[in-house]
């Protein structure tokens, strides 16, 4: 006696060797289908072909074929045994362990196509991303390439309005040089900002790891601003914790580019009261300090929605903002970039009519013999002569070497101009200068050329040679260096810029 | 009438069973339901003047690591290979893969059938016939309704060699 339970899930079958159904053996599955003297194909139409060809006295199994019994479909595995006289067939119902692999074969299959789905639009970004890289490459490019052509005429402007400055002049005449002056500051920040966003967005901006002097950078960006504000009525106030380390390690350019786009932001828009620098201590660690500098205002203020806003680009708060004090409404966005990619933060609290709190907290790695990095005092440009100077100026642009010339000759500089490389060429191997001042963007023979042949000039191999260039960005400052270039002044330049740099290698001599 | 028993082979996802209840039932669905075991379909063709009742047995999906069982093969007259257009994985061992179902089968030809040919263009496709290594018969599209009959008609004809 069969237990019921085992007896419904199996039948077994004799037939003989067309299919037809002679004998129901044992079993209760599906057993009103099965009906002896009709064929088992219209149940098992899968046999059909294989029971023909089955071989003799061999068992022989079928896994997984479907059979339908009151409309309901059941998977079974069969056993088929030839002999003879007939053909036993013995049918499983397998249909609740099909289940499973059904649906473990499902997941199986749906992870391969969702798999499939996230590499093809992976794919897809990553191609996307290529097409983005390569056009922000395109755009950083065009950018560096307008900057160079900017900032060409831009030297001449700034140069000629310097030089027109100090003629006599009525004061009509005074007052348009004046604005000539503010436009083309203005128009220089603008370039800068433009190009360093650009960099920045581009994921290019490299900051250096240097000994730097923090009290000397504030020190020198105070002064700079106090000699800007002799005739205005603001107090511009400095105060340095003692605390503060000397010496550190961290980006001068980005640190005083912060520092002098937070004060001349705070002057801008302070009319009467103080505008102060404040610099103090937040943490001194083994091998890192923080350091907090504050730029607080006396200045008209914020609103919080204004405040809210101020970091995003292009915001000047209000419409003619930029008309009144110039810029693009770039430099806080920058600012808040820069200090972000120093690992430092920066906050602001403001208040309308009362004025404004910038806080910047820049943590830095310590340096750890307290020396003074260069020992060198500030020079007093102003009075300095280089009389006795040789210096050799190669540029291919009349006005930026009539600028260079005058900015020099005024030092009491013997200058030496030449309109091209190849003209220069000829003549380092004849006279002997003290610094060469050269232009990159040449025609014939480039700076970057002249300057790799210079150890087979027959004089000036030991000469200091400064680029002159519009290609203002660290990349190329560094591969100016690697050339063998002493040193670089990105164009338009003030005459300070010049003499101080210059300088440099008059004390030499 | 003749019976015959084919059978459609090929990686899991390729569309065998798209193209069998394209070829019986004239349905296509886009829904992926894989196939367990072994379905069987059959539907009457006319191969010249002769009918022929077609036991399409339409077998589940394998991974190139897996092997259809021999036992599916017992008493086939036919069997067709269907590779996924779209998918390199499905026919890139194509060759050997075509040779492991001849042995299992005893078949000396398969007939082999790029589908889902809706997914690519005519360029991307013949460009890929000339880098598979075996001799393509047709190319179809379920979905599409192109060349499924002439598919099942190829491999009705090799039924009969």
């Known amino acids: 006696m069969i237990p019921s339970k085992i007896d419904s899930v199996f039948i077994e079958i004799t037939t003989d060797f067309k299919g037809v159904i002679k004998r129901v053996n044992a079993g209760g599955f599906a057993e009103k289908e099965f009906i002896v003297n009709e064929s088992i194909f219209f149940v098992c139409p899968f046999l059909i072909g294989t029971l023909e060809a089955l071989p003799l006295d061999e068992f022989f199994s079928m896994e997984g074929m479907i059979i339908t019994s009151n409309s309901i479909e059941f998977n079974v595995d069969v056993e088929l045994f030839r002999s003879k006289k007939s053909i036993s067939v013995l049918i499983h119902d397998r249909t609740k362990v099909y289940r499973f692999v ?89 370039v800068n900002d433009i190009l360093d966003l650009s960099r920045i967005e581009a994921g290019k901006l490299e900051l250096v790891s240097e000994e730097i002097n923090i009290k000397e950078i504030v020190n020198n960006c105070f002064v700079n601003y106090k000699n800007q504000q002799k005739d205005k009525v603001v107090v511009l106030d400095l105060v340095v914790s003692s605390a503060i380390s000397d010496i550190v390690f961290g980006d001068s350019v980005r640190v005083t580019q912060v520092l002098s786009n937070l004060l001349s932001n705070a002057l801008k828009f302070t009319k009467k009261g103080s505008v102060s620098l404040e610099v103090e201590l937040v943490y001194a660690g083994k091998k890192t300090t923080e350091i907090c500098f504050k730029i607080v205002d006396t200045g ?54 009362v004025g404004s709190t910038f806080s910047v907290e820049i943590p830095f790695k310590k340096y750890i013999e307290q020396q003074s990095k260069s020992g060198l005092s500030r020079i007093n440009l102003e009075k300095m002569s280089l009389k006795g100077m040789r210096i050799l100026i190669v540029d291919d642009d009349l006005l930026n070497q009539k600028i260079t010339s005058h900015f020099l000759k005024k030092k009491d500089v013997t200058v030496v101009v030449f309109n091209n490389g190849l003209e220069a060429l000829e003549e380092l191997d004849n006279q002997s200068f003290d610094v060469v001042l050269l232009d990159i963007n040449m025609p014939g023979i480039t700076g970057e050329e002249l300057i790799q042949r210079k150890s087979s000039f027959k004089k000036n191999n030991n000469t200091a040679f400064i680029a002159l260039t519009g290609n203002a960005t660290q990349k190329d400052r560094g591969n100016y260096l690697s050339l063998g270039f002493s040193d670089v002044i990105f164009k338009p330049f003030k005459s300070d810029e010049l003499i101080e740099k210059i300088s440099v290698f008059f004390n030499k001599f | 009438m003749i019976a015959k028993k084919v059978l459609l082979v090929g990686n899991f996802g390729v569309g065998k069973t798209s193209l069998i209840r394209r070829f019986v039932l004239s349905e296509f669905s886009e829904d992926y339901i894989s196939t367990i075991g072994v379905r069987v379909s059959s539907k009457i063709v006319k191969v010249g003047n002769e009918e022929i009742k077609l036991l399409i047995w339409d077998v589940a999906g394998t991974n190139d690591d897996e092997k259809i069982p021999k036992a599916y093969f017992l008493g086939a007259s036919a069997a067709m290979y269907v590779f996924d257009l779209s998918r390199e994985e499905t026919y890139v061992n194509l060759k050997n893969q075509i040779e492991v179902v001849q042995e299992l089968s005893g078949l000396k030809n398969i007939t082999v059938v790029g589908n889902k040919k809706d997914l690519l263009t005519s360029n991307e496709i013949d460009h890929l016939i000339k880098t598979i290594s075996v001799p393509v018969n047709l190319i179809t599209s379920a979905k599409e309704n192109e060349n499924v009959e002439d598919a099942f008609t190829i491999l009705a004809k090799q039924s009969l060699n």
């Not at chain 1, 390569?134 to 831009?154: I, Q, Y």
């Open chain 1, 102 to 190: 059904e649906q473990l074969n499902q997941s199986r299959n749906d992870v391969f196509f969702a798999k499939r789905e996230i590499s093809e639009k992976n794919k897809e970004l990553a191609r996307l991303r290529k097409v983005a890289d390569k056009a922000n490459e395109e755009k950083t490019r065009f950018l560096a390439m307008m900057s160079h052509e900017v900032r060409n005429p831009l030297t001449a402007i700034l140069g000629y309005t310097d030089m027109i400055s100090e003629e006599p002049l009525g004061d009509k005449a005074k007052e348009y040089i004046g604005y000539l002056t503010s436009a083309g500051e203005n128009l220089k920040v603008i």
């Open chain 1, 300 to 353: 008209r203020g914020m609103t919080v929605e204004q405040t809210a806003k101020i970091f995003e680009e292009y915001q000047q708060n209000e419409l003619n903002d930029n008309r009144v004090f110039g810029g693009a409404g770039l430099g806080l966005s920058i600012v808040k970039r820069l200090v972000e990619a120093m690992n430092g933060t920066i906050s602001v609290f403001s208040e309308l009519n």
